[in-house]
């Protein structure tokens, strides 16, 4: 299964390098350092169908930072939720691929671009399966500079209040957003000692180790307790190649011919 995912990640990489370059698009370093997520996430742990995105009883997946949709487009491409051709038209005029999430694409469930919105509507989501009594999870995937925003603070706040058991919030934190280092603008620690004053049921992570993500995922999902679940993802941007990791000039940068070719080289020979 492992091995299975990590295949599937490096897949996700090179199918994302190859839309940003070919779109002249931007935010290649924040969809990197999710991959290893979505690969896990879509490789057995969600509940979701290809062939009937929206059937009731799946697991609802959110994707918050939406600037960061090529690396989801491609995992759901992958994974056969509509024709990889389709994708030749990401970010360009009169494609229904937009350079941020848009739900009138099969699988995904709310359109994302201005932050701190997706987690709030996790909430609501979450607390109707409660009531309906629906056994299917909600995930939502956030960025950690996205955290800035008072809106995820305050469903952070209501989440253990409506006993949300049935939402996993998913921090992708790799250290960097739009204008430098995370810690530098709005320093988010100690983020795990947060989560657990606000009475969720945190667990801090490598999010590039898919043995730990899988297990963790399962934890979640199979948890008998009543608090809500957030999983702390230590990530690296433009994680997969190594020219982009760790690197603010990749949040907008595009890439070259020359590191394009260069990137899908390093793809190929990715472990």
Known sequence: ?????????????????KLVYNAKASHIGGALSMADILAVLYDGILNVDPGAPDYVERDRFLLSKGHACSSLYATLGLKGFFDLNELDGYATNGSLFLSHTSHKIPGIEVSAG?????????????????????????????????????????SILLAPQLK?????????????????FVKDIVDLEPLRAKFEACRWNCFEIDG???SELHDTFVKCKESADSAPKAIIAHTTKGKGISFMEDSLLWHYKSPSEEQYHMALQELNQYK
């Open 114 to 154: 201005s932050l701190g919105h997706a987690l709030p509507i996790a909430c609501g989501i979450a607390l109707a399966a409660k009531r309906k009594k629906e056994q299917w999870k909600t995930f939502c995937l956030v960025s950690d500079g996205e955290l800035n925003e008072g809106s995820n603070w305050e």
């Open 1 to 17: 299964m492992v091995n299975h995912s990590i295949e599937f990640a490096r897949q996700i990489r090179a199918l994302t390098l």
């Open 164 to 180: 949300l058991d049935n939402l996993i919030l998913i921090i992708d934190y790799n250290k960097i957003q739009s204008f430098g």
């Open 208 to 210: 590039h180790n898919h």
